[in-house]
């Protein structure tokens, strides 16, 4: 596996520091951070695609308003899971360009018999970093995660708890809507259909400069609109449309990357960049047929403070 160091300096200039496996000489003067990225997702010259396929942010705009995720933690066998999810959906269709749902499928006990495989269940909705989450926050006092289902509004407490049942979501959505942006996000992406890889360039401008020093940054990607079976109100529904699911965090991490000063630019910007392989998409019987669908799958990408978790800016970056 070949990998580089990809260096940003600002959003207009881009300076890159290489180096390799085979040694690719060092054209470029050294930059004040490094991510290391695997070039053979790229098909063709790696040369080629710093010339031209590295995005320059001063041409992204980035949101203004805060915007919301919703982190639903569910099961496909919890009956009650599915008003829950209907009323995350609803939440993101009345404000489809602010408002996000990740489902992720885990118990406070991480895999419970809400998210276990039988003869009747069988698509494995879990993953290791969405249990291990789960597990985290259902030992976390006053987390509020006592079971399914129950999800967080950008980990943002309601009294005592940063996760409450999905009639409080609403409220909670509207709160964290109305309030100050305090960080600003871009993103890029690009995608080979051929190596089924992918290339994230992210840009962060922290505008509370009380944040600075405790930032993190955490990459979800989710799989939309997969048909299979749920418990829905304690009836098998095999025909079930499973939306937003949790595949996996891109960096394979519980907390994704911290906002360190060798991501930052000369101009207090932090840049990250991420390279990863698309998964195959799950199946409804439970095989695994290898099958790549990149069009049902997107990222969403949020800044959060490492101490008390709350996410301060979620954007989505669709995978096309």
């Given at each position: 596996m070949k990998k580089i160091f990809l260096n940003f300096v600002s959003a207009s200039a881009l300076i890159i520091t290489l180096f390799s496996c085979d040694k690719v000489e060092n054209i470029y003067p050294t930059s004040t951070f490094q991510t290391?990225?695997?070039?053979?997702?790229?098909?063709?010259?790696w040369s080629d695609y710093l010339a031209n396929e590295v995005p320059d942010f001063g041409t992204i705009t980035a949101s203004s308003d805060r915007n919301v995720i919703i982190e639903d933690f569910t099961g496909h066998n919890c009956s009650n899971?599915?008003?829950?999810?209907?009323?995350?959906?609803?939440?993101h269709e009345g404000n489809p360009d602010r408002v996000f749902v990740a489902s992720?499928?885990?118990?406070?006990?991480g895999m419970s018999a809400f998210q276990a495989t039988n003869n009747t269940y069988k698509t494995d909705f879990t993953n290791s970093v969405g249990l291990e989450t789960g597990i985290y926050f259902g030992n976390l006092a006053n987390s509020g995660f006592a079971g399914n289902p129950s999800g967080s509004v950008n980990r943002v407490k309601a009294g005592t708890a940063t996760f409450?049942?999905?009639?409080?979501?609403?409220?909670?959505?509207?709160?964290?809507?109305?309030?100050?942006?305090?960080v600003a996000m871009k993103s890029h992406l690009n995608y080979y259909e051929v190596t089924q890889g992918a290339y994230l360039h992210t840009e962060v401008e922290v505008l509370d400069n009380s944040l600075e020093g405790n930032l993190g940054m955490i990459v979800y990607l989710l799989e939309d609109s997969l048909v299979a079976s749920q418990n829905v109100s304690s009836l098998h529904v095999p025909d079930?449309?499973?939306?937003?699911?949790?595949?996996?965090?891109?960096s394979?991490?519980?907390w994704g990357r911290t906002l360190t000063p060798e991501f930052k630019d000369e101009n207090g910007k932090y840049y990250l960049d991420y390279s990863f392989a698309i998964p195959a998409q799950l199946t409804a019987d439970g095989t695994a047929t290898g099958v790549i669908n990149a069009e049902n799958m997107h990222l969403?990408?949020?800044?959060?403070?490492?101490?008390?978790?709350?996410?301060?800016?979620?954007?989505?970056?669709?995978?096309?």
């Open positions: 290391d990225l695997d070039t053979t997702f790229y098909p063709g010259n899971c599915p008003q829950a999810a209907t009323t995350a959906h609803n939440l992720i499928h885990a118990s406070p006990q409450y049942p999905a009639g409080a979501w609403s409220t909670k959505v509207s709160e964290v809507l109305a309030s100050t942006l305090k079930y449309v499973h939306r937003d699911i949790h595949r996996k965090n891109i394979g991490q519980i969403l990408i949020y800044v959060y403070d490492k101490t008390t978790h709350e996410i301060y800016q979620v954007i989505k970056q669709k995978i096309e």
